[in-house]
């Protein structure tokens, strides 16, 4: 069951992804398509074994849609820079997957669990169960839970990155420039797309009339020497 449902949900997020792009923008776009299965993927994490297969269906397709949707209004409406969708997929998708064991548990799996007795010793008639059996309490149970892992998380993550931007020389923000021309460059030494460098001067791909740091300048120069080993020091 726990496969079928993985496999039935991301399917489903999948499909749903690229009829829902090409409905919204007139265009098949792959990269959503591709969001849309790691969303069903994500959000069938918490229930896949709780669910029937028809809810796992249910759960790829909303996860396939929600994706999408806030994808854009995170880089749209919040202007937060997150090109794949991580945010997205992962925390969005993530809490609605969190949440879908409160809303789709069918009672056929868990028995013994959430203080019902002891499986073994004190057998029970019924497992986890969701909104579908009319049980709100598991849902409020997942809603708690989803809350303390966002702000816990939130925490310790905010307070890793602050102290690392304190303790790192400029901070751990590239420059700008660097930012808008690609940081496989000046970050990893080696570009990440070697067949669209140009072969001869820099190019300001950046719009900002600042050149690239110095290790894309001579990548740039000599990317037709195919045994360039990197910048010189």
């Not at 949900?9 to 849309?36: C, E």
């Not at 998380?153 to 790192?168: E, R, V, Y």
Request: a negative charge; proline letters at 6%; charged letters at 15%.
């Amino acid at each position: 069951m726990v496969a079928a449902n993985t496999a039935i949900a991301a399917a489903f997020g999948a499909t749903t992804a690229l009829f829902w792009v090409i409905m919204r923008t007139g265009k098949p776009d792959p990269g959503m398509a591709a969001n849309g299965m790691l969303a069903g993927l994500v959000a069938i994490t918490a229930p896949c074994a709780f669910v029937p297969p028809w809810a796992a269906a249910v759960i790829g397709i909303i996860a396939g849609v929600l994706v999408i949707e806030s994808i854009w209004i995170i880089e749209r409406k919040f202007k937060i820079d997150d090109p794949v969708g991580a945010i997205s997929v992962h925390g969005v998708c993530g809490i609605f997957g969190v949440l879908s064991v409160g809303i789709f548990a069918d009672g056929k799996y868990g028995a013994g669990w959430n203080a019902t007795g002891n499986a073994i010793a004190e057998p029970v008639s019924t497992g986890v169960s969701g909104i579908i059996k009319g049980d709100w309490g598991q849902f409020a149970a997942q809603a708690i839970g989803a809350l303390v892992i966002c702000t816990v998380m939130f925490g310790i993550a905010f307070a890793f990155f602050k102290i690392q931007d304190t303790l790192t020389k400029g901070g751990i923000r590239s420059e700008e420039a660097d930012e808008i021309a690609g940081l496989d460059l000046p970050e990893m030494g080696v570009p990440a797309y070697p067949e669209f460098m140009p072969g001869g001067d820099v190019v300001d791909v950046t719009g900002t009339g600042k050149e690239p740091s110095k290790e894309r300048e001579y990548v740039a120069s000599t990317a037709s020497a195919p045994g360039a080993a990197g910048p010189p020091s």
